[in-house]
Antibody, heavy 119, light 113 residues
Framework: EVQLVESGGGLAQPGGSLRLSCTAS????????MTWVRQAPGKGLQWVSA????????YYADSVKGRFTISRDYSKNTVYLQMNSLRAEDTAVYYC????????????WGQGTLVTVSS | DIVMTQSPDSLAVSLGERATINCKSS????????????LAWYQQKPGQPPKLLFY???TRESGVPDRFSASGSGTDFTLTISSLQAEDVAVYYC?????????FGQGTKLEIK
């Protein structure tokens, strides 16, 4: 069974940092690209970042480029999202998702982790 | 960025009746070299993550009931539930993955009338 478990969310001050983790199980981690999608309270879905299956390519939304960094650790089957220079508008539930190998869109999603940026 | 616009924003349908949700992209998401539409549909129930329903505009994900269908090409797409069940109450999103950044529609909230 595919499982994605996010952790690392919480309260951060504006300008602060957090690192989100997403631990994957139930599938071959090296086969799939991975992505982060966020959802502000009561709002819709917004794509944040993605990393290829090899880790050689990374992609970012303009709103987080230069502030967030995505990476993956194959020994731990884990994807990370390092978030620096946090802003109030980064407040959201952050979902980790696996990307289909046959179509560049997420199939399995984690339950999400809430990030709140506030002083 | 490609803008995805869904209609309506909300929809109330009686149990057993048909529900139709539309999605329009600001530019075509049909890739001519493979004749595939880079469009997916997701269902999100309250307090849950999104669930993939369809990709390539009309390819049903495993386990999705066949009362759900999806169609369309180019810039205009439709998600249809042929006979609404109580468990279908959710917000539905379309998403293009034709180019980066992938973008979602604003969502359509489906309720029981």
């Amino acid at each position: 069974e595919v499982q994605l478990v996010e952790s690392g969310g919480g309260l951060a001050q504006p300008g602060g940092s957090l690192r989100l983790s997403c631990t994957a199980s139930g599938f071959t981690f090296t086969t799939h690209a991975m992505t982060w999608v966020r959802q502000a309270p009561g709002k819709g879905l917004q794509w944040v970042s993605a990393i290829s299956n090899t880790g050689s390519s990374t992609y970012y939304a303009d709103s987080v480029k230069g502030r967030f960094t995505i990476s993956r650790d194959y020994s731990k089957n884990t994807v990370y999202l390092q978030m620096n220079s946090l802003r109030a508008e980064d407040t959201a539930v952050y979902y980790c998702a696996r990307v289909l190998t046959t179509a560049n869109t997420p199939d399995y999603w984690g339950q999400g982790t809430l990030v709140t940026v506030s002083s | 960025d490609i803008v995805m616009t869904q209609s309506p924003d909300s929809l109330a349908v009686s149990l057993g009746e048909r529900a139709t949700i539309n999605c329009k992209s600001s530019q075509s998401v049909l890739y001519s070299s493979n004749n595939k539409n880079y469009l997916a549909w997701y269902q999100q129930k309250p307090g849950q993550p999104p669930k993939l329903l369809f990709y390539w505009a009309s390819t049903r994900e495993s386990g999705v009931p066949d009362r759900f269908s999806a169609s369309g090409s180019g810039t205009d797409f439709t998600l249809t539930i042929s006979s609404l069940q109580a468990e279908d109450v959710a917000v539905y999103y379309c998403q293009q993955y034709y180019n980066t950044p992938p973008t979602f529609g604003q969502g359509t909230k489906l309720e029981i009338k």
